[in-house]
């Protein structure tokens, strides 16, 4: 998870989004009793994160605005220490919100830094959860070939690998062969091959000199229309502009 907060955030409300989608899907399907729902996070960190101030006052004091709430009820309660909820412990409480006693949360956490994943330990919230540390792609080759397909799986290649946009293109593309729903976070100024590759439509946040991308993919897409109104006024808040990057192939699918 990168730290500039303009970029954690628009990463954050898509994937509360997407992951409260899924797992409103899930719980509907269980008719008694519960389901596991398995969520992977190939780059956890700790779980916790400084507050991405100021832009969460503005988005909190908008909140009436949103069609949706998954993102701000994933904020309660506040964490103790006066932190922000990093995507898994964020995931975390967006699937319980979501689906209730219906399903039961598990979750693979990595990151290649062992002492994050150390800390990791204490900020669980109630869920199961696995840590590993390793390298994200040999991470999630491992995690695919245990039993029990990912329910979701969210991929946030750090902007200092280099490596990152051609694992995560590959990533992609297995992830949507076997139909597990993904979110791939991108830089927007990237060249256009890895939208074209995996025909995914892009999310693009552009500010001045920086600004965040997304693809959902492997059935978490169909998303996309009920939430590009609230992208428009997302990024009106995060003092940008939302711009929707399509594949230059007709024959792919949003």
Not at 71 to 84: I, K, T, V
Not at 171 to 182: C, F, M, N, R, S
Not at 234 to 254: E, K, M, T, V, W
Request: with cysteine; aromatic share 8%; charged share 25%.
């Amino acid at each position: 998870m990168t730290a500039e907060p303009h970029r954690s955030l628009w990463n954050h409300f898509i994937l509360a989004r997407a992951l409260g989608r899924m797992a409103r899907l899930a719980a509907a399907r269980v008719p008694d009793g519960a389901i596991p729902f398995c969520y992977v996070d190939t780059h956890a960190g700790s779980g916790r994160l400084p507050p991405p101030a100021p832009f969460l006052d503005r988005l909190i004091g908008q909140r009436a605005s949103f069609a949706a709430d998954d993102f701000f009820e994933a904020l309660e309660p506040p964490l103790p220490d006066g932190s922000h909820p990093g995507s898994w412990v964020l995931a975390g409480r967006v699937i319980e919100a979501a689906a209730g006693q219906r399903l039961v949360v598990e979750m693979d956490v990595n990151d290649i830094d062992p002492a994050e994943m150390a800390k990791g330990r204490d900020h669980r919230e109630g869920t199961w959860t696995r840590f590993w540390s390793q390298d994200w792609f040999a991470f999630l080759r491992t995690r695919l070939s245990l039993t029990g397909r990912p329910d979701f799986v969210f991929i946030d290649p750090p902007a200092d690998d280099a490596r990152g946009p051609d694992f995560a293109i590959d990533t992609a593309i297995l992830l949507e062969t076997l139909k597990v729903p993904y979110m791939v976070t991108y830089a927007p100024d990237s060249r256009g091959e890895p939208i074209d590759q995996i025909g995914r439509t892009g999310l693009e946040l552009l500010v001045a000199g920086d600004g965040a991308g997304v693809l959902l993919g492997g059935g978490a897409e169909h998303l996309l229309l009920d939430i590009l109104p609230d992208l428009r006024r997302l990024a009106d808040l995060l003092d940008g502009n939302f711009q929707a990057r399509l594949p230059r192939h007709d024959d792919y699918s949003i």
